[in-house]
């Protein structure tokens, strides 16, 4: 009985996916095909008994996969944290005045996709600029999943490739990834995380971003946002950060020991007298997660950048109204008792109580 429904609700589901892609203004091209398969495949059942499975309430989910368990830092809320004692410095360091920046929207090529992809996909060698740095092994190939910007996109941006294995809930992250003359392909980096563990990357090492972290963690999706509930911290840049960081980062990218700049990692919440009633009641679901959820420094970047997956449901014009509010609206807030184990992302139950 239960196989049947999920073959009805999977019927209901492409049809709608296939309904999306005819009434689109635009002729469906493959990136759209892909697109609208991984949206499907999102809905998946991902591996049966998991920590954290679909149908649990607590945490986010893709295809059926926890993206990393509820007690994961990044899913823990920190409305009830102390403000940090830096706080006031990295504000003006980042710029009080500039406003945030929606780096996400309804074309394609704007923000971060996601591919969901079947455990028998073709497993390749992949060439990485930073080695030493990237996870070792075979990568599922990237030919035919979706690339941040498009694949006509230049070779030197960051063209990030995310893909989760929906059968095994295992994610794999590539950063600048091209395909060469030979037929190879080459990147800058890449990982590869079990989506149901809280273990981290060693200590010192890089992923896709500057901080080592993974990027699906804080990337906003216009599901969750749909769902009415945002419930994981954001991902977001600024232009200069400090030479250090702080959990759950594990990696730094500047020459600057200036103490009043923020370091990789640092968390930020949309301050809780910020006033959300003249928004829209999607972007008060996304101020809303900002307040309980905050956004975590991920990357060297555009300032005040907040980070998503394109969807042809978001309105840009929406997303835009975002841009009145300021980096004086936030403030930064002080994790350091929670971190339980020194390689995992646990936060210690101990100090929520």
């Known amino acids: 009985m239960q196989t049947n429904?999920?073959?009805?609700?999977?019927?209901?589901?492409?049809?709608?996916?296939?309904?999306?892609?005819?009434?689109?203004?635009?002729?469906?091209t493959e990136a759209d095909a892909v697109m609208a398969a991984s949206k499907l495949a999102a809905a998946g059942s991902g591996i049966p008994g998991a920590a954290g499975a679909a149908g649990s309430s607590s945490g986010p989910h893709i295809a059926g996969c926890p993206i990393f368990p509820a007690d994961n830092v990044w899913n823990t809320p920190i409305d009830a944290l102390k403000k940090d004692k830096h706080s006031d410095d990295y504000i003006q360091r980042m710029g009080p005045a500039l406003v945030i920046h929606p780096n996400f929207g309804s074309e394609p090529t704007n923000g971060i996709p996601i591919t969901i992809t079947k455990s028998n996909r073709a497993r390749i060698p992949i060439t990485f600029t930073y080695g030493d740095e990237s996870d070792p092994g075979h990568y599922p190939t990237p030919e035919g999943a979706l690339v941040e910007g498009g694949w006509n996109s230049p070779e030197d941006s960051?063209?990030?490739?995310?893909?989760?294995?929906?059968?095994?809930?295992?994610?794999?992250?590539?950063?600048?990834?091209?395909?060469?003359?030979?037929?190879?392909?080459?990147?800058?980096?890449g990982i590869k995380m079990d989506l149901t563990s809280n273990a981290l990357r060693a200590p010192d090492k890089t992923s896709t971003d500057a901080a080592g972290l993974p990027v699906i963690a804080g990337l906003l999706r216009y599901d969750e946002v749909a769902s009415g509930e945002v419930k994981h911290a954001i991902r977001f840049t600024t232009p200069k950060t400090q030479r250090a960081y702080v959990w759950p980062a594990r990696h730094f990218a500047s020459r600057l020991t200036d103490p009043s700049y923020p370091p990789m990692g640092q968390r930020f919440r949309l301050r809780a007298d910020f006033d959300i009633s003249g928004f829209s009641k999607e972007n008060q679901v996304i101020l809303k997660g900002l307040k309980k959820y905050g956004m975590i420094l991920s990357d060297n970047g555009g300032p005040w950048f907040i980070i998503g997956e394109p969807d042809k449901r978001w309105s840009d014009s929406d997303l835009?109204?975002?841009?009145?509010?300021?980096?004086?609206?936030?403030?930064?807030?002080?994790?350091?008792?929670?971190?339980?184990?020194?390689?995992?992302?646990?936060?210690?139950?101990?100090?929520?109580?």
Do not use: Y
């Open 158 to 189: 960051d063209r990030h490739v995310i893909m989760v294995d929906e059968g095994r809930c295992v994610l794999t992250e590539l950063g600048g990834v091209v395909k060469q003359k030979d037929g190879s392909w080459g990147a800058g980096a």
């Open 320 to 353: 835009a109204k975002l841009k009145s509010i300021k980096g004086e609206n936030f403030e930064a807030v002080d994790e350091s008792d929670w971190q339980m184990l020194a390689d995992s992302g646990r936060v210690d139950p101990v100090a929520l109580r």
């Open 5 to 28: 429904k999920r073959k009805q609700w999977s019927a209901i589901l492409f049809g709608i996916a296939v309904v999306v892609l005819v009434w689109h203004s635009k002729t469906p």
